[in-house]
């Protein structure tokens, strides 16, 4: 019951960023100067907090990372999931009221309900479980960017407020990939770059 919760807590983030949802969440000159001499603090910050200390949505702040992140049109979701199947660890990351919320285990296939929005995920064993509203989604990005003492390489997927819904890791702090994680998550990103970028 509460890995399914999971995600569902996850796709309930509350927006900081009341704006126009047909907004695709490019960052102006402005906005690219002021994120990328955050981005430069010797801590290496992660996004989301350079999105709080900035106060815009984090979708924003990626699409001044590039070339270490490459961001994309949601309407993707079904070919990207399908790519994280494939990878062997993963770790799934939702944030909530200053919660963070993990679960530890292979990504499961899912399929669309033929009676809702809803994306199920087809998990059969321990691991996550879940419904996902990819209607809800206006953004992926891939991410390989170094933060604090490691690299942090995930695919995120953002809400139409430009806000973190859920991001897909490979296993980090102290944890090493192992080659065949490299390239699998190597594979996604490389599928994610083919698609037309969100932000030039």
């Known amino acids: 019951m509460g890995k399914q919760l999971l995600l569902t807590v996850g796709l309930c983030v509350a927006s900081t960023a009341p704006l126009d949802a047909a907004t695709p969440w490019c960052a102006t ?94 998990s059969v064993a321990e691991g996550m479980h879940g419904h996902l509203r990819p209607d809800l989604l206006s953004t992926i990005y891939v991410m390989e960017l170094a933060i604090g003492d490691e690299t942090q390489r995930g695919v995120l997927f953002y809400d139409k407020q430009g806000d973190i819904a859920f991001g897909v890791y490979l296993p980090g702090e102290g944890h090493t990939p192992t080659t065949a994680t490299l390239r699998q998550f190597a594979a996604t990103r490389r599928l994610i770059e083919q698609q037309p970028a969100l932000c030039r």
């Not at 799934?92 to 285990?105: D, L």
């Not at 499961?108 to 929005?117: F, I, L, T």
Request: no cysteine.
């Open 29 to 122: 000159n402005e906005q690219r100067s002021a994120i990328q001499t955050a981005m430069a603090d010797p801590a290496k910050p992660a996004p989301f907090r350079v999105a709080a200390k900035l106060s815009l949505p984090e979708a924003t702040v990626q699409s001044a990372l590039a070339p270490a992140s490459y961001g994309i049109d949601a309407r993707h979701f079904r070919s990207i999931w399908s790519s994280l199947t494939t990878w062997d660890e993963a770790v799934t990351v939702v944030m909530k009221g200053g919660h963070i919320f993990e679960t530890h285990g292979r990504i499961p296939e899912g399929e669309p309900s033929k009676r809702s929005q809803f994306f199920n995920l087809k």
